[in-house]
């Protein structure tokens, strides 16, 4: 079935960078659009961005425009979220999610299905 | 951008019927996708494109949504339905939540 396991989360100062790993099983990975939605703790769900399956087309929320970066290693089954400059309040639980079409556009009306377990992410000083 | 509101939280006795709300200006002209979590775990679909259940999700659940108010309606609550649901939409290339409604099977 369908796995997704995020991995690279931890504690780090702000300002610091930090890459987030989602490796995908179960499904031909490289024929889905990707997306990441974090948490804060104790509320509720923000998206983060959507990568295309072949990772032409890329869409953030406003609030990660410019600081995050998502990408994806086909031939690793592998999803990232490249985060930089990370403030007190990127602080939260990171989810990989898939998209359901195979070779869907990218944006389009679709919902997440299934989601991974997620990794916490502290930012700290 | 594109507002969804959702009641912080409501409270159903076992066996009824909830009924949980999220609305946004004339949302019933785009597809609304719900999702469901409980303490400590991901969110899981249980409704997309309005009212479609995806498989394994109970009959109970089943979804609306018309004019300004998406409809997440749970017939026959039990406590295992206790989580928090969330609705989502897409607006200008961006996906959107709403705020969360947690339930509570009295």
């Known amino acids: 079935q369908v796995q997704l396991v995020e991995s690279g989360g931890g504690v780090v100062q702000p300002g610091r960078s930090l890459r987030l790993s989602c490796v995908a099983s179960?499904?031909?990975?490289?024929?889905?659009?990707m997306h990441w939605v974090r948490q804060a703790p104790g509320k509720g769900l923000e998206w983060v961005a959507v990568?295309?399956?072949?990772?032409?087309?890329?869409y953030y929320a406003d609030s990660v425009k410019g600081q995050f970066t998502i990408s994806r290693d086909n031939s690793k089954n592998t999803l990232y979220l490249q985060m930089n400059s990370l403030r007190l309040e990127d602080t939260a639980v990171y989810y990989c999610?898939?998209?359901?079409?195979?070779?869907?556009?990218?944006?389009?009306?679709?919902?997440?299905?299934?989601w991974g377990q997620g990794t916490l992410v502290t930012v700290s000083a | 951008s594109f507002e969804l509101t959702q009641p912080l939280s409501l409270s159903v006795a076992l066996g009824q019927t909830a009924t949980i709300t999220c609305g946004g200006n004339n949302i019933g002209d785009i597809n609304v996708h719900w999702y469901q979590q409980k303490p400590g775990q991901a969110p899981i679909l249980v409704i997309y494109r309005d009212t479609n259940r995806p498989s394994g999700i109970p009959e109970r659940f089943s979804g609306s949504n018309s004019g300004n108010t998406a409809t997440l309606t749970i017939s026959r609550a039990q406590a295992g339905d206790e989580a928090d649901y969330y609705c989502q939409v897409w607006d200008s290339s961006t996906a959107k939540f709403g705020g969360g409604t947690t339930l509570t099977v009295l």
């Open positions: 990568i295309s399956y072949d990772g032409r087309k890329k």
């Open positions: 999610a898939k998209d359901p079409y195979r070779r869907g556009v990218v944006p389009a009306n679709n919902w997440l299905d299934p």
């Open positions: 179960g499904f031909t990975f490289s024929s889905y659009a």
